[in-house]
């Protein structure tokens, strides 16, 4: 009988705390006013073109990189920013000109640029991303790709007034 009294205060335990931290999660979300900025990482301005070309696809495509551009504090969309975005493609090295192209976000603040398939240069597969216009601050990004024979690559940008 002490066993079973023993997993029935557990079991109460356990779902009161989780019962807790459940509640006290659903507070997060709904503080967007609290949204922090992406930082910018050392190094992600390797090989950047400053006023790369809008273009509709880097090179003949296959790969996609898409994301969001939101504002920090309280997380609203970004309509209209402009997202740089270069890397070592079977097509060419990250500081061939060829190998860079910007688009801009949607009304909803996406964006979605296709270029050739990225493969590793210097280690482990990779892209870099740069929100470089003037209204926010820059951020440069440099996601790593888990696999190189990965097809599409998500990054989100949460920027900071200038």
């Known amino acids: 009988m002490s066993e079973i009294g023993f997993e029935r205060r557990a079991l109460l335990l356990g779902g009161g705390a989780l019962a807790t931290a459940g509640v006290a999660g659903l507070d997060l979300p709904a503080r967007a006013s609290g949204l922090a900025a992406t930082p910018t990482i050392r190094g992600g301005a390797n090989n950047y073109i400053p006023g790369a070309q809008i273009v509709e696809r880097i090179g003949g495509g296959g790969f996609v990189i898409s994301g969001t551009v939101r504002r920090a504090g309280d997380g609203a969309p970004l309509a209209g920013q402009r ?38 240069a210097l280690g482990q597969a990779h892209a870099h991303l740069a929100y470089d216009s003037m209204e926010f601050e820059t951020v440069f990004l440099r ?4 696999s190189a024979r990965d097809t599409s690559l998500e990054a989100h940008f949460v920027l900071q007034r200038a």
């Open 143 to 146: 996601p790593l790709l888990s």
């Open 83 to 120: 997202i740089q975005m270069w890397a070592h493609t079977k097509e060419g090295s990250e500081s061939d000109p060829r190998s860079h192209g910007a688009t801009l976000t949607d009304a909803n603040g996406v964006f979605r640029l296709e270029m050739p398939q990225i493969i590793p």
